[in-house]
């Protein structure tokens, strides 16, 4: 059996008029990872990104092929991360490039 919560009244809630930015430290921080593998009919291809500051940018970006060329077999990944955090004059960034290729006698 499976526990359910109903919450059937919240007349008790006041809705809230004002509200502010909470920030935390004040150093920016950038953090990328990417991770490509190739095999035999398969390609895998992951990137990530993460920015905090007050203004932020990230980009991600992961393409896999796998392709049959007759006798062999060509499989590609290829991922990337960019963030960049900035926070009065202080800048964090960090960017990653990954790429696996290879070819497979069938």
Partial sequence: M????I???LSYLEPIKDSSI?????NPYASTF???TVGPGSAFAVAGALAIGDDTYTSTEANTTVKDL????YSKAYATG??????????ASSTV???SGSYFGR
């Fill in 70 to 73: 007759g006798s062999l077999e």
């Fill in 82 to 91: 960019t963030a960049y955090g900035k926070i009065g004059d202080e800048i």
């Fill in 2 to 5: 499976k526990n359910v919560l």
């Fill in 22 to 26: 909470v920030v935390g430290g004040r």
């Fill in 34 to 36: 990417a991770t490509t």
């Fill in 97 to 99: 490039r990954s790429y």
């Fill in 7 to 9: 919450i059937s009244d």
